[in-house]
């Protein structure tokens, strides 16, 4: 297909496949892209709708994915609303139908879809379905889990200092002084009872393990 001349420069400036086709008008005074068929190899898809065909490289901006198969390059905003997402990187935007079949998920938000593979890194789950693929890091809020890998996870990174200390998100104490301050009925930002806690306690048993286990001569 040939490139119109009324193309908006964003477009002018991509590298695509001879045999695109897609379509140009107007939706509230903004000039709107909806792209149809052809690969997407290369530049930045900065607004429009992405029906059918191919991504291969290059970043997903704007409006809205709805068909076709994402396969590299990074998306970084809008709505991923149908399709197949099969490589690249999600960061941000909001997935909301489709399937997540691999590359990683980075940021954003996951409302809904299927999770089949890839890596969940960052991000908040919070609908859907996870069915496969290694739930790494982020926050897992809604939805639910059916199948994969989710690996020990909270919204605090907890970890071993070199000197032995356990630091849980910004707070640093001896092991003895966290055993304490679990039995005790302080709180800092997350309250005691609920998921979110337990997953943090269930961290630091772990992290407890392997500093055991480490410390063995």
């Not at 197949?84 to 139908?97: A, K, P, S, V």
């Not at 890091?137 to 000197?163: H, I, P, Q, S």
């Not at 009925?185 to 269930?202: D, P, Q």
Request: charged share 25%.
């Amino acid at each position: 297909m040939q490139m119109p001349e009324n193309a908006p420069q964003w477009l002018k400036d991509a590298t695509i496949s001879e045999d695109a086709v897609f379509e140009i008008r107007l939706e509230f005074g903004v000039q709107i892209v909806e792209w149809k068929s052809g690969c997407w190899f290369k530049g930045i898809f900065n607004s429009g709708y992405f029906l059918g065909g191919y991504f291969l490289g290059g970043e997903f901006r704007g409006r809205q994915f709805r068909g076709g198969e994402f396969l590299g390059g990074q998306f970084l905003g809008g709505q991923f609303r149908g399709g197949e997402f099969r490589g690249g990187e999600f960061r941000g935007g909001y997935f909301l139908g489709g399937e997540f079949l691999g590359g990683y998920f980075l940021g954003g938000e996951f409302l809904g879809g299927y999770f089949l593979g890839g890596q969940f890194r960052g991000g908040e789950f919070l609908g859907g379905e996870f069915r496969g693929g290694e739930f790494r890091g982020g926050e897992f809020r809604g939805g639910e889990f059916l199948g994969g890998v989710m690996g020990t996870f909270c919204k605090w990174y907890v970890g071993m200092t070199y000197e032995g200390n356990i630091k849980i998100g910004c707070k640093t104490m001896s092991e003895e002084q966290w055993d304490a301050w679990f039995k005790g009925k302080e709180e800092f930002s997350t309250k005691r009872g609920t998921k979110e806690f337990k997953r943090i306690y269930a961290s630091y048993l772990s992290i407890k393990a392997y500093k055991k286990e480490m410390d063995k001569k």
